[in-house]
T-cell receptor, first 115, second 111 residues
Framework: GAVVSQHPSRVICKSGTSVKIECRSL??????MFWYRQFPKQSLMLMAT?????????EQGVEKDKFLINHASLTLSTLTVTSAHPEDSSFYIC???????????FGPGTRLLVL | DAKTTQPTSMDCAEGRAANLPCNHS???????VYWYRQIHSQGPQYIIH???NNETNEMASLIITEDRKSSTLILPHATLRDTAVYYC????????????FGTGTRLQVTL
């Protein structure tokens, strides 16, 4: 149990376009999901906390208008990178946890390359 | 969340036990110790967590000192597939409680 999926696993897009990444909890419901970003040879950096039914909470330095988060249901959160630029190229990872156990489980990640 | 300190890298021979230390001297009474690992180009994988008692599961054992200021993750029989970056994180309970990743320990398992 406690499986988190992400789609797509890899995406290449042109500069200026928007990209949507989905994070799903497959066998549990999650009122809270987290989005992380990881640059090469660096650790994971928390970007934002996605809250079902309410606005996301962004970490300091993360542009909320650039990284749109929608937590539409108890099993789905989406991250949209708007007007992507090459510096947004990174590995994006989400996490979620079943309420009763509270341990966070991570998705496999989405590698974004902006040309 | 409390800060953790881990060695940058470690080597371990295949079949031997891998002992990964973590210092968390400022841990609070309500903070748990979590261990995750990240194999190259994958999302982090949950390994184990504990509050103050030693814990064991099918993947590893977690030894927490009595004063809770440090812990050790033990992989009893390391294999090449255990090569990864291992992260020790302290965190309060709750699904809204975020994980703050440090730099972790890069474990290289060799033949």
């Amino acid at each position: 149990g406690a499986v988190v999926s992400q789609h797509p696993s890899r995406v290449i897009c042109k500069s200026g376009t928007s990209v949507k990444i989905e994070c799903r909890s497959l066998d549990f419901q999650a009122t809270t999901m987290f989005w992380y970003r990881q640059f090469p040879k660096q650790s994971l950096m928390l970007m934002a906390t996605s809250n079902e039914g309410s606005k996301a909470t962004y970490e300091q330095g993360v542009e909320k208008d650039k990284f749109l988060i929608n937590h539409a249901s108890l099993t789905l959160s989406t991250l949209t990178v708007t007007s992507a630029h090459p510096e947004d190229s990174s590995f994006y990872i989400c996490s979620a946890g079943p309420g009763a156990r509270e341990t966070q489980y991570f998705g496999p990640g989405t590698r974004l390359l902006v040309l | 969340d409390a800060k953790t300190t881990q060695p940058t890298s470690m080597d371990c021979a295949e079949g031997r036990a891998a002992n990964l230390p973590c210092n968390h001297s400022t841990i609070s009474g309500n903070e748990y110790v979590y261990w995750y690992r990240q194999i190259h180009s994958q999302g982090p994988q949950y390994i184990i967590h504990g509050l103050k008692n030693n814990e064991t599961n099918e993947m590893a054992s977690l030894i927490i000192t009595e004063d809770r200021k440090s812990s050790t993750l033990i992989l009893p029989h390391a294999t090449l597939r255990d090569t990864a970056v291992y992260y020790c994180i302290v965190r309060v309970r709750g699904t809204a409680s975020k994980l703050t990743f440090g730099t972790g320990t890069r474990l290289q398992v060799t033949l």
